[in-house]
């Protein structure tokens, strides 16, 4: 960064192209690489610990701008039809991002083909959680160091507040670890929708505008409007799912049971996994990550995997892995490599 040698401060062309290029990666998160900057571009962020004091503010807007649309509620008021559309994609959202941005982006559990793949990774993408790649890479990079100084995320080392919604807000947390994940950085489609991350929300929401605005116009009896289910089904079924999806970084690794004695503070925990559709069995997940099915028993509700298995009877997925029988009774888990964690 330019530097004004007088006040030891950076210059103030130097502070317009930061805005700019800020401005630039709500758009296009490839723009970092574009203008050189090395901090931004690299495919390996800095260590957790330095990473843990900076945050973006003005990178973040968006994320910030999400939480402030809810505000808007009151103006718009209230509709069982705008409740229900919150309710039905925070449902269809949250699967898409259990059962395929987890299960099967991050830790491989299933087959799927390339047109499912992509129809899956679109609709998590309209979660506004980044794209699949950043997903899937920050993830397994939290098997491989969980609860580590390296993971960071990790509640014991950084903090509730900074597991649950601080660690991702730091510049150096914007990358996608790519060499995490060669594995899907294969497909163009899935880079592209990892790029351009903003869109699939932003086609969301002009989605459920134009239902409101047709619905308002056809059935005016449903008392509902453009604005209304934008409100409801984006912005408050959006903030739901970011918060109980951080859950499982924060409250995930504090609060709950351990039936297995794991290297790490992961937690079962039955609230967590009714609020996320069977995440909340982490503890599970973390003794045998490469699972489909993370209840582990019949009574362990797993949503996600109810939904996988109806994907799996119509053919739309194959191969849905189960943990091995001696593992499930085995009580102690050895930390692994690394590579074989996710
Ligand atoms: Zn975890
Ligand atoms: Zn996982």
């Given at each position: 960064m330019e530097v004004n040698p007088r006040a030891g401060r950076p210059s103030s062309a130097s502070l317009r192209a930061g805005v700019l290029r800020s401005i630039a990666l709500w758009f296009d998160t490839g723009a970092a690489a574009a203008d050189g900057d090395a901090a931004m571009s690299r495919t390996t962020p800095a260590p957790a610990a330095a990473a843990c004091q900076r945050i973006d503010w003005l990178r973040v807007l968006p994320f910030v701008g999400v939480h402030a649309g809810c505000l808007a509620v009151l103006a718009v008021g209230f509709s069982w039809v705008a409740l229900g559309t919150a309710v039905l994609l925070y449902a269809l959202r949250m699967f898409a991002i259990t059962g395929f941005y987890h299960r099967y982006f991050a830790h491989r559990a299933f087959r799927a083909s390339r047109p499912v793949q992509f129809a899956f990774a679109l609709l998590g993408a309209s979660s506004a959680q980044r794209g699949p790649l950043w997903w899937a890479s920050h993830h397994?990079?939290?098997?491989?160091?969980?609860?580590?100084?390296?993971?960071?995320?990790?509640p014991r080392r950084h903090g509730f507040l900074w597991s649950h919604t601080g660690w991702f807000l730091a510049r150096e947390a914007f990358a996608t670890r790519m060499e995490r994940v060669p594995d899907l950085a294969c497909f163009p489609e899935l880079r592209f929708l990892d790029r351009f991350d903003l869109l699939?929300?932003?086609?969301?929401?002009?989605?459920?505008?134009?239902?409101g605005e047709l619905l308002a116009h056809l059935s005016p009896g449903l008392q509902t409007s453009g604005s209304q289910l934008l409100v409801w089904g984006f912005f408050i079924s959006t903030v739901a799912l970011y918060h109980a999806t951080f859950c499982i970084n924060s409250l995930s690794h504090?609060?709950?049971?351990?039936?297995?004695?794991?290297?790490?503070?992961?937690?079962?925990?039955?609230w967590l996994a009714l609020l996320t559709f069977g995440e909340g069995?982490?503890?599970?997940h973390h003794h045998f990550p490469g699972a489909a099915r993370q209840g582990f028993h019949w009574w362990e509700v797993d949503l996600t995997y109810?939904?996988?298995?109806?994907?799996?009877?119509?053919?739309?997925?194959?191969?849905?892995?189960?943990?091995?029988?001696?593992?499930?009774?085995?009580r102690r888990s050895a930390r692994t490599p690394a590579g074989a964690r996710t």
């Open positions: 397994r990079h939290h098997h491989a160091h969980s609860d580590t100084s390296d993971d960071p995320h990790s699939a929300p932003l086609v969301l929401g002009i989605l459920l505008f134009s239902a504090c609060f709950g049971t351990r039936r297995y004695e794991t290297c790490d503070d992961s937690r079962n925990n039955l069995w982490h503890n599970n109810l939904g996988l298995r109806a994907l799996a009877a119509l053919g739309a997925i194959t191969g849905l892995k189960q943990a091995p029988a001696e593992l499930l009774a085995a």
